[in-house]
């Protein structure tokens, strides 16, 4: 779900910018995502952020929540190793890949070639990437939000009124 309360109000930063962002709070650090995270050290412009140290010059700390959403807004790709950094990506425009997909439309990877090619379709490709984009922020503010989940806990509990507020308030505040 996107974290719309945390990260609405994201700001490009050019201080923050590079070409791919990964955020490693509530990350297993195996050699799996070492391996990765070396390999995208390697050959892209990247920052990488959270709570889960990484022995690499890229990582840059801990961050709080207007931190993090800006640095989602600063970046051109974010690599969602976690399951829930998709959502906010793509509730700011930014496109995301992602190790543990869970939507269909979701760009995934299992390996680094398909990673790489992933990644520079959309770099290279604005087409590409311009409907990725859509594709993704449209399922998120359809019903992926921090707002869709409370509305569904509310209608579990017969608050419809309180539920639609909420359904309400999300499709105002993404108009």
Same mark, same amino acid.
């Given at each position: 779900?996107?974290?719309?309360?945390?990260? *609405?109000?994201?700001?490009?930063? $050019?201080?923050?910018?590079?070409?791919?962002?990964? *955020?490693?709070?509530?990350?297993?650090?195996?050699?799996?995502?070492?391996?990765?995270?070396?390999?995208?050290?390697?050959?892209?412009?990247?920052?990488?952020?959270?709570?889960?140290?990484?022995?690499?010059?890229?990582?840059?700390?801990?961050?709080?929540?207007?931190? /993090?959403?800006?640095?989602?807004?600063?970046? /051109?790709?974010?690599?969602?190793?976690?399951?829930?950094?998709?959502?906010?990506?793509?509730?700011?425009?930014?496109?995301?890949?992602?190790?543990?997909?869970?939507?269909?439309?979701?760009?995934?990877?299992?390996?680094?070639?398909?990673?790489?090619?992933?990644?520079?379709?959309?770099?290279?490709?604005?087409?590409?990437?311009? /409907?990725?984009?859509?594709?993704?922020?449209?399922?998120?503010?359809?019903? *992926?939000?921090?707002? *869709?989940?409370?509305?569904?806990?509310?209608?579990?509990?017969? $608050?419809?009124?309180?539920?639609?507020?909420?359904?309400?308030?999300? /499709? $105002?505040?993404?108009?």
């Amino acid at each position: 779900m996107a974290s719309v309360t945390e990260i *609405h109000n994201a700001k490009y930063d $050019e201080d923050l910018a590079c070409d791919i962002l990964i *955020h490693t709070t509530g990350l297993n650090m195996v050699p799996e995502i070492d391996n990765i995270l070396l390999f995208l050290s390697n050959v892209y412009n990247i920052k990488i952020i959270g709570n889960t140290p990484v022995s690499l010059p890229q990582y840059l700390g801990q961050v709080n929540m207007i931190e /993090r959403a800006n640095f989602i807004a600063s970046c /051109r790709v974010m690599i969602d190793l976690n399951q829930y950094d998709f959502w906010d990506a793509s509730y700011l425009h930014v496109p995301s890949i992602s190790l543990y997909p869970t939507e269909p439309y979701i760009i995934s990877f299992n390996n680094i070639a398909t990673l790489k090619d992933s990644i520079n379709s959309l770099l290279g490709n604005d087409l590409v990437h311009d /409907r990725y984009v859509q594709e993704c922020y449209d399922q998120t503010i359809d019903s *992926h939000t921090c707002y *869709h989940a409370a509305a569904q806990i509310f209608q579990t509990i017969n $608050e419809q009124d309180i539920a639609n507020r909420l359904l309400k308030y999300i /499709r $105002e505040i993404v108009i």
